[in-house]
């Protein structure tokens, strides 16, 4: 599978979805314009991996350990929609057997972005970790 | 005695993506003068992009209408008082569209702590996206932010359309209310 790499914008966030290592980021402000067709990108990268897995099990010893994380500044209702699908996919990954992790950042005193990691968390019934920073 | 009232941000016109930018800008560059805590700034934040997003969201509505109405032009103002800030929006709604909008914030106005997050969970897990797409949780957002009870109210204006006023209160610290 290739690598997702996708600048931040202004309004958009950065997606950094790096196979070889695991490591997939979601970072920064995300109130797209058309937030159906920002998303719409790393959402079918998330489910070719699904769909090679489902294919193919063996390949999740192929890959290593995923660890997904949520590095987000702010991002509108429309955007946490979106999030939720990327959450419901990694959820798939998980049940077919497939590693993953996923950090839920959030800068120094903002419970507002720790509240909506954790409502997230319970709606796809995930554990994540919280992280400060 | 009422309180006075600072105008903190005020627009009134053709809203768009780039013009929600600008009143974004104003506000950051506001913090200091206000001097809003980094914890307010982001609650602010978030409810004028949930509101000024809702309006031009569904724009297209009256655009023609608001054309040969100019006074009924969307308005957003943000305002200090002693309580805290207070944001205000201002628009044109079809009259179709008001049991709609009164169910829906009515809904979430009566709701416990509790059933407004199973609303909120049941919303964004729904795969249901509004004919605009737009998630359906943007009310939802608010009222989780502020704690406090949207309050509205519907202007009649012209045959088939009303003046729809949306008014958010948050404390000056952005902290919860509780009880």
């Known amino acids: 599978m290739d690598n997702l790499i996708i600048p931040a914008t202004d309004f958009t966030p950065s997606v950094n979805f790096v196979i070889e290592s695991g490591q997939l980021e979601l970072s920064g402000v995300s109130r797209p314009e058309d937030v159906a067709s920002f998303y719409e990108g790393p959402l079918e990268w998330l489910c070719k991996l699904e769909e090679s897995v489902q294919d193919k099990p063996e390949y999740k010893y192929e890959i290593p350990e995923l660890r997904f994380s949520f590095k987000m500044t702010y991002f509108n209702s429309g955007s946490s929609k979106y999030m939720i699908q990327i959450l419901r996919v990694l959820r798939n990954l998980i049940r077919t057997g497939v590693e993953v992790k996923i950090d839920w950042y959030f800068e120094e005193g903002d419970d507002k972005m720790q509240d909506d990691g954790e409502d997230m968390a319970e709606a796809v019934e995930l554990n994540f970790n919280y992280i400060e920073f | ?179």
């Open chain 2, 1 to 179: 005695m009422k309180s006075a009232s600072i105008s903190v941000l005020h627009y009134k016109g053709k809203l768009s993506f780039e013009r929600i930018g600008i009143l974004l800008n104003d506000l950051k560059n506001k913090k200091e003068t206000y001097q809003i805590n980094p914890v307010l700034y982001k609650k602010l934040l978030t409810l004028m992009i949930e509101i000024l997003e809702n309006v031009l969201k569904y724009s297209d509505h009256f655009e023609v209408f608001v054309m040969h109405n100019p006074d009924y032009q969307p308005e957003f103002e943000l305002n200090l008082n002693d309580a805290g800030f207070v944001l205000t929006s201002r628009n044109p709604v079809r009259d179709k569209d008001k049991n709609a909008i009164s169910h829906r914030i009515d809904k979430i106005n009566t709701s416990e702590v509790e059933e407004l997050k199973k609303f909120y969970r049941d919303t964004i897990t729904n795969g249901i996206f509004t004919e605009k797409g737009g998630a359906g949780l943007g009310f939802i957002e608010m009222a989780k932010i502020t704690t406090n009870s949207i309050v509205y109210s519907f202007q009649p204006i012209m045959k088939g359309f009303s003046y729809f006023e949306l008014t958010l209160h948050i404390n000056h610290l952005g902290e919860e209310n509780h009880g």
